[in-house]
């Protein structure tokens, strides 16, 4: 796979490349900039030369491909009968919310984080419960344990977990996970985990289902998770959730039907092919994704020594510390000055204030033009 690539995207419906003006080089959302699978294309060509795109499930041999996924890459034992699809990891959590919740009951996260948790609460008539992570001096984030506990034992009703956490980067630990599983159990809370970046893992690390750490813990938890950002397939809006609480996969499946619909054929399809034979394909990836996430910290030390970068864990996103830069709109000032796009920071929550997200799944090329603008945007300045 030649990652090194460079394919032109602008013309083919993208909502990342399709944002802003042509001369605006996109780093925001968090899709890749890469050729999906071979054995996925070639899966997709054959479905479609069938000519038929009736109403349909999950095709043989997906679930068996997950089960030896999850076992393999994150040695989580699941069964045929725990697993379902939804058509988004989004759709999931807040169908969850739904299922797990009443109207006004609380709902804890974790921030900053991914705007569409962030907002899910409210959004379905929930109220938003913070548990604000702690930034440490050389910028890795951990979790309050002292106020987690006093928010779970508050009335929160449901835990919303990102794992790996988006903006962040951190894969937390056992210790981390065990800790916060275990207030959870103590409280009677929910646990809803987001774990869509849980196969995007740098060396050192390795991501632990928070469901795997034990019966009890699994009882009280539903997974989600999707080859969508694996394997660069995020349009086929296919995604899988996870439940080994028999009540609670028949409470999720009797109205998820009627309220969700049905995921995509196509994306089924393409799941199939992914976690059959997208093996060596995800390796080649996280080597590339890794070189990339050192290129990027290394550049910032060197040419951007103002902006604070630690290391993600995983994901192929960046959390990038602008504050000291004194800019009031960082994202504002490099796409103008810059014409460079990246996630504007505050959307993420209030400590996401002078933040930036930048996508570093992209070709080198790529990577180094947009560095580079953002270099010349604040030596212009200077």
Request: with cysteine; hydrophobic share 40%.
């Amino acid at each position: 796979m030649n990652f090194d690539q460079v394919i032109d995207r602008r013309d083919t419906e993208s909502s990342k490349w399709c944002l802003y003006d042509d001369d605006v080089l996109p780093m925001w959302l968090a899709d890749m900039d890469f050729l999906s699978p071979q054995p996925v294309i070639q899966a997709l060509h054959q479905r479609v030369e069938h000519g038929i795109f009736g109403y349909g499930g999950p095709p043989d041999g997906l679930q068996e491909a997950i089960i030896q996924h999850l076992a393999d890459y994150q040695e989580w034992l699941v069964k045929p009968n725990e697993i379902d699809f939804v058509c988004g990891v989004v759709t999931g959590f807040i169908h969850a919310i739904y299922s797990l919740t009443d109207p006004g009951d609380s709902v804890l996260i974790q921030t900053p984080v991914y705007p569409p948790i962030l907002k899910a609460p409210e959004a379905t008539g929930r109220q938003s419960v913070h548990n604000p992570l702690i930034l440490r001096e050389d910028g890795k984030y951990e979790i309050d344990f002292d106020d987690f506990e006093r928010k779970a034992a508050s009335g929160v009703k449901l835990f919303i977990l990102c794992n790996p956490h988006n903006p962040v980067g951190r894969v937390f630990t056992r210790a981390e996970l065990s800790k916060m599983a275990e207030i959870c159990l103590e409280n009677n809370v929910w646990i809803c985990s987001d774990e869509i970046h849980g196969d995007l893992i740098f060396s050192g690390y390795h991501h632990l289902p928070i469901a795997s750490l034990s019966p009890q813990v699994s009882e009280r938890t539903v997974t989600y998770f999707a080859p969508s950002k694996t394997y660069n397939i995020a349009g086929l809006s296919t995604s899988v959730f996870v439940t080994q609480n028999p009540e609670l996969k028949q409470r999720f499946c009797e109205t998820l039907p009627m309220l969700l619909g049905h995921p995509n054929i196509l994306g089924l399809t393409a799941a199939r092919a992914a976690y059959q034979d997208g093996r060596e394909w995800l390796h080649q990836l996280l080597a590339y994704l890794e070189s990339n996430r050192d290129f990027v910290a290394d550049f910032i030390s060197d040419e951007l020594p103002r902006i604070k970068l630690w290391k993600p864990e995983g994901t192929f996103l960046a959390w990038l510390d602008c504050r000291a830069l004194a800019l009031e709109y960082p994202h504002a000032f490099f796409l103008k000055e810059a014409k460079v796009g990246l996630n504007d920071g505050s959307a993420f929550g209030d400590l996401g204030q002078g933040f930036l997200r930048l996508n570093f799944g992209c070709p080198r090329k790529t990577l180094i033009e947009g560095l580079t603008r953002m270099k010349a945007a604040l030596d212009k300045r200077h």
